[in-house]
């Protein structure tokens, strides 16, 4: 199985009011928990490759120093999640050369959630491939949270995407080949979208 982990960090935060990405917990840029976690990951995987999507300079810095692939998405080429969903998915195709005999599949992560669990997303990821079902998620409460899988048979559905519609948009036209990890550590999957997210999150997850 050949993983391609994308991180999604070209959001604007409007909400927020400032570059929500770079906003620090403990000292340590917010984006960096979700890149650090993922880079653990790719190497518990056998076949994996790390990719960042982003409007931060400042991100695409830090990946190029440490030999993460990078592309950006800023400017008028931003127009919400789904333009840096496509970005990756043609970057991607770019470089890769697919072996008729190695299943493939995109994960997509975003960037604003810092206890994400390296260890239940890894079980996640091992329990699709030994599955059947085409699309893959990570089920709370009856909740479909991210990340999310996709085998490479629906990139073409992904890049019609537009605008803030995001891969759930794809997930629930194929409800049937959708697979459910469930977990109860709901924990793991609080994002930040304002500044009081941002303190609220830290007390509860590094106090």
Known sequence: MRWNLILLAAGYSRRFGDRKLLAEIN???????????????????KESSVLVVTSYPEIEVYCR????????N???DNTGIASSIQKSLE????QERKRADSRMADVFFTADQPGLDETEV???LN???????????????????????FDVCYRPELLQL????GGKTVMKQHTEDVFCFHTEKESQFLDI??????LRISDKLFS
């Not at 329990?127 to 899988?149: D, L």
């Open 193 to 198: 979208d304002t500044r009081e997210d941002l």
């Open 162 to 165: 537009s605008a803030d519609k």
């Open 91 to 94: 970057y991607l195709e770019t």
């Open 74 to 76: 800023d400017g008028t």
């Open 27 to 45: 000292g340590t840029p917010l984006y960096r928990f979700s890149l650090d976690r993922i880079r653990k990951l790719s190497e518990k995987l």
């Open 127 to 149: 329990q699709y491939a030994s599955q059947n079902k085409k699309i893959g998620t990570m089920e709370c409460r009856n909740i479909w949270r991210s990340p999310n899988v």
């Open 65 to 72: 120093k440490q030999r993460v692939a990078v592309i950006r």
């Open 122 to 124: 890894l079980a996640f």
